[in-house]
């Protein structure tokens, strides 16, 4: 009796719930999901539908008021919208490591830095060797970046097999190399940047420094100036992917309730006396609703937004990201000699 009571009631559903999570803990399932996706986006844009299929990436989404457009393709919606949840959930676990593990010494990070910047400065100093004086000589900036939704997804297909120090290093160095990607991208090709729009962003990355000092933890309230934040970056003309890197770099480490204080709250709501008292304005009630706060305030905000946004990113942000961007057609090539 006491083992039933110490874990949460069963129902039916979990019958069919449970085996389905099992399958969402499996890494490798994230990686699959995101080859299949790969592979149904280069059979539609080589098939009779390719058409339809490449076309419908290109639909505008958005508001117009007026003059005042802010309407985006929806391949733009997936790229710099849903992948900016992508980099964040990333700066998640890449702040986890600095804080609280591996990347703590300074000697672990310069590894993966080097490698980025050896990654990005390399296959430029090639291209430009090889397209000096050519009329595509501008277009250095296309051969520096890693397409880190891929790297994270290959790494996913070898699940444990792939030691966690690999692991680290690998989503370190994406991590440096894409935002080195982002600045040349913004500084080398952007257009010219709105610098209104850049200031409100930098205004709404201050209002969230300042709402954390403040003690707000309300994650509505995050979510709500993270948007805003976004928007501003966007309109700016900056890479607005870079918004989710700067605001998960942000997110607290630190639990807001200590291991003590929870078993104090803890044990005064378990000092109450059996029964079903726990509704209505009375202390019990209280106690209980406190003790949820506790119990959810007892994990840091980076572990507690890492563990509900990696399901969203792995099984439905990167196979979206991959069914708008690996829709390549493929056309035959005539080998036959003309006179």
Not at 74 to 100: A, Q, Y
Not at 158 to 187: C, E, Y
Not at 293 to 321: D, N, Q, Y
Request: net charge negative; glycine share 10%.
């Amino acid at each position: 009796m006491i083992d039933k009571l110490a874990s949460l009631p069963h129902e039916a559903a979990d019958t069919l719930a449970r085996p389905f999570a099992r399958f969402l803990k499996i890494e490798a399932a994230a990686g699959a999901l995101l080859f299949l996706a790969v592979l149904l986006a280069l059979g539609l844009a080589n098939s009779p539908w390719h058409r339809v299929f490449l076309d419908f990436w290109e639909t505008r989404i958005g508001l117009t008021f007026g003059s005042w457009d802010f309407s985006r393709s929806l391949r733009h919606w997936v790229n710099d919208g849903l992948m900016t949840l992508f980099f964040f959930v990333l700066s998640l676990e890449l702040k986890r490591e600095i804080v609280l593990g591996e990347l703590r010494n300074p000697r672990q990070v310069a590894l993966p830095l080097a490698g980025a910047v050896g990654g990005m400065v390399v296959p430029v100093a090639m291209y430009l060797t090889l397209m000096s004086g050519e009329s595509g000589m501008h277009g250095w900036g296309t051969v520096m970046a890693t397409d880190t939704a891929f790297v994270i997804g290959c790494l996913a297909l070898f699940g444990n097999r792939v030691p966690p120090t690999l692991r680290l290093f690998l989503l370190s160095l994406a991590i440096f190399d894409d935002v080195g990607a982002i600045l040349v991208v913004a500084l080398g090709y952007g257009e010219a940047l709105n610098w209104s729009a850049l200031g409100l962003g930098l205004l709404g990355i201050g209002a969230v420094a300042s709402a954390s000092r403040l003690g707000i933890r309300s994650v509505p309230v995050y979510s709500l100036i993270g948007a805003g934040v976004w928007l501003c970056i966007d309109a700016s003309g900056v890479h607005a992917t870079i918004a989710g890197v700067i605001l998960g770099l942000m997110t607290p480490t630190r639990v807001w309730v200590s291991d003590a204080r929870l078993r104090g709250i803890l044990g005064r709501l378990l000092a109450h006396p059996a029964g079903e008292h726990w509704s209505g304005d009375t202390t019990e009630r209280h106690d209980l609703l406190q003790a949820g706060t506790a119990v959810t305030e007892s994990v840091s905000p980076v572990e507690r937004l890492e563990m509900i946004l990696h399901p969203w990113v792995g099984f439905a942000i990167m196979p979206i990201f991959a069914l708008a961007n690996a829709g390549m057609t493929f056309q035959g090539a005539d080998f036959q000699q003309t006179e």
